[in-house]
């Protein structure tokens, strides 16, 4: 198993400018999670989906959206991307809740996309 | 609300004992998880303890919970250079909306 992968691993954009960060996960996981992370600031939960074809707001939604129209991946999209939002964005996901103790609850994390705005 | 505090760093010598603290507010609390962070990586699942229990022990790992005090702390023994990462600690609400709460991660450091 891959685990969970993410697309690109890095990205300079330009205010304004306009992209979408890929996450795949091969292990059957219901729940799929954005995050970003900044120094200081540990991870801030940006949008996430109990499953295909949902998707919640998290803590810091604004500029974002997302879409899983298939259960193994799980899209972030910048419409017209800031400067705050140079930041680390990791995808994680999990079983679905109640399927078993803390061991199958665990978020299985991307390895990251680190995201420069200029 | 729940709220997760950690200190952001610490430094220890190698082969010193190292001791993380993390502290939670809500009291229902039933899931509680450490995760460790490399440089340059995503997080990765440590160790994790159920609420009800006080201790528990993996390899050179400890997890002590005081839910008196609502505190968690993670123990290293003979701490090595290659354990240098970010440790987070996260809580999970029991019938809450299953999405765990993170603190902000405690930086360690370890020298020769």
């Known amino acids: 198993n891959a685990g969970v992968t993410q697309t690109p691993k890095f990205r300079v954009l330009k205010t304004g400018q306009s992209m979408t960060l890929l996450c795949a996960q091969d292990m059957n996981h219901e729940y799929m999670y954005w995050y970003r992370q900044d120094p200081g600031m540990g991870l801030r939960l940006i949008h996430y989906s109990v499953g295909e074809g949902t998707t919640a707001k998290g803590e810091v939604p604004d500029g974002y959206n997302v879409s899983r129209l298939k259960k193994q991946n799980f899209l972030l999209g910048l419409e017209s991307a800031a400067p705050s939002q140079t930041s680390v964005y990791f995808c994680a996901s999990s079983y679905l809740r109640g399927s078993g103790g803390a061991s199958t609850d665990t978020q299985y994390f991307g390895p990251g996309t680190r995201l420069t705005v200029l | ?112």
């Open chain 2, 1 to 112: 609300g729940e709220d997760v505090e950690q200190s952001l760093f610490l430094s220890v010598r190698e082969g010193d004992s190292s001791v993380i603290n993390c502290t939670y507010t809500d009291s229902s609390s039933t899931y509680l998880y450490w995760y460790k962070q490399e440089p340059g990586a995503g997080l990765q699942l440590l160790t994790y303890i159920f609420s009800n229990m006080d201790m528990k022990q993996d390899q050179r790992l400890t997890v002590l919970l005081n839910k008196k005090d609502k505190h968690l702390s993670l123990r290293i023994a003979d701490t090595q250079t290659g354990d240098s990462a970010i440790y987070f600690c996260a809580e999970r609400i029991s019938g809450g909306s299953y999405i765990p709460t993170f603190g902000r991660g405690t930086s360690l450091i370890v020298h020769p």
